[in-house]
């Protein structure tokens, strides 16, 4: 993600700058308000997917800014970095004495990342790009999790556990 903001050296963007560091807490007390009122209401269940959503349609919102704005979070120990459908999770690289928001604008962006461009990088510190629609996909799978009945029957419970010791003995048999 650095050498996209290496590549996107423009103008800071100022108005969307001010208009997310205002909105963001506005929303983040409005989400804790409405689970909180889930929870009080209707019971866990709906405020864990009401929870998901809302957080659901927050990362669709950052991703569409991300073809627009190229954000970077800073904090003494990791980084997220958010631009052009892609985000970037980078730990214990020390790249801040302090807390810090930086944002550029893309202007032109003619080479966009893959679709499917996932990469984990450990060289100097742990570094995780993702797409903004694997975080989207996943908090709405997440979402149903409280839905789903549990119930299962002995034989089936056994199925699982045998298929978790026919993988385990196949990861050691490869490893020696």
């Not at 209707?42 to 669709?60: E, K, M, N, Q, Y």
């Amino acid at each position: 993600m650095l050498e996209l903001f290496a590549q996107f050296s423009g103008p800071p963007a100022d108005p969307p700058c001010g208009f997310l560091t205002t909105l963001l807490p506005i929303l983040g007390v409005a989400l804790l308000v409405i689970v909180t009122y889930a929870i009080i209401r209707h019971g866990p269940r709906i405020a864990w997917s009401v929870f998901c959503v809302l957080t659901c349609i927050l990362l669709a919102s950052l991703w569409v800014r991300s073809y627009f704005v190229l954000d970077s979070w800073e904090a003494p120990s990791a980084n997220f970095d958010s631009g052009v459908g892609q985000c970037t999770f980078s730990f214990l690289n020390n790249v801040a004495d302090q807390w810090r928001y930086v944002a550029v604008d893309v202007g032109n962006w003619s080479n966009l990342p893959s679709l499917f461009a996932f990469s984990l990088d450990t060289h100097d510190s742990v570094t995780l790009d993702f797409p903004h629609w694997f975080l989207v996909a996943l908090l709405a799978a997440f979402s149903a999790i409280p839905w789903v009945r549990w119930r299962f029957s002995l034989r089936t419970l056994l199925i699982a556990t045998t298929l978790v010791a026919v993988v385990l003995g196949l990861i050691v048999w490869s490893i020696r």
